[in-house]
Nanobody
């Protein structure tokens, strides 16, 4: 079974930065896509950014384009989400999820991952 563990969340001021990590273990990732999703209180879970592990193809939600960057370290089975210029609207619990890759866009839009991490909370507040 694939296990995903998020880390790196915390409290940050508007305009600040955080880097989230998603460490994967248990299965080879060559055929997987991994995405970052977030869910704020009272709101539905939304796809933020997704990446194909093998070739690094990426997808970003319009709300985070130009501010967030997803990447993967193939050697360590870790996916990162670098979040810059954070806004209060970015506050949420961030989850990573993984599924067999179809397209990276589908991973983010479908929100139907087969494996999920525990979540890491991000609070953007002054």
């Amino acid at each position: 079974q694939l296990q995903l563990v998020e880390s790196g969340g915390g409290l940050v001021q508007p305009g600040g930065s955080l880097r989230l990590s998603c460490a994967a273990s248990g299965l080879p990732l060559d055929y997987y896509g991994i995405g970052w999703f977030r869910q704020a209180p009272g709101k539905a879970r939304e796809g933020v950014s997704c990446i194909a592990v093998k070739d690094g193809s990426t997808y970003y939600a319009d709300s985070v384009k130009g501010r967030f960057t997803i990447s993967r370290d193939y050697a360590t089975n870790t996916v990162y989400l670098q979040m810059d210029n954070l806004k209060p609207e970015d506050s949420a619990v961030y989850y990573c999820g993984a599924e067999i890759l179809s397209t990276v866009r589908a991973i983010c839009v479908d929100i139907d991952a087969d494996y999920w991490g525990q979540g890491s909370e991000v609070i953007v507040s002054s």
